[in-house]
């Protein structure tokens, strides 16, 4: 390919993210890994789940650059968490319980101008998530004679409702003291 080519090519490639956001994901992704291995040795859950403050980040980023970077980071840490905390049992449950609740997040970026709405509709995306892996592929841990969907709704309220009211009191915080609004 000459070099007339390699210009024109690259002149008409599309930058999805820019440098600054990129590492911006990059940062706070570490970040919300930092916190999720911090957050895992407090309270872990055998098959899997614990009250985890590495959302705060990622909530942090959906609602400072908006839905599209929360989603890809979040599903960046849906990845990084399944290094924390891996539970696998089926390829679609691994879809289920990593990068897509996590990129769920991201919805809070619709709520810019309310984080503390976004940040409960991220929780709660992520939730759903969790519980129909928890209903489909997780049916089995439940006691006998209790419905798979009692059961995945306590098993996963009791690490996500948590996680949620924690992360809507820090963000609410957060846009209180207007930190959510450096930098942009």
Known sequence: MNTRNQSTNQKHRKQIFSTKTLAEIIIMVALAGALSLISHSFFSLPQGGSINLGMIPIF?????????VGIFAGAVFGVVDLAIEPFIVHPAQFLLDYPIPFALLGIAGFFQKYPVVGVAMGGIGRFVSHFISGVVY?????????????????????YLIPSIIICVIIIGVMQKSKVLDIYL
């Open 60 to 68: 942090w980023l959906a609602l400072r650059r908006g839905w599209k």
């Open 138 to 158: 997780f049916a089995e841990f439940a006691p006998e004679g209790m419905s798979p969907i009692v059961y995945s709704a306590l098993y996963n309220g009791t």
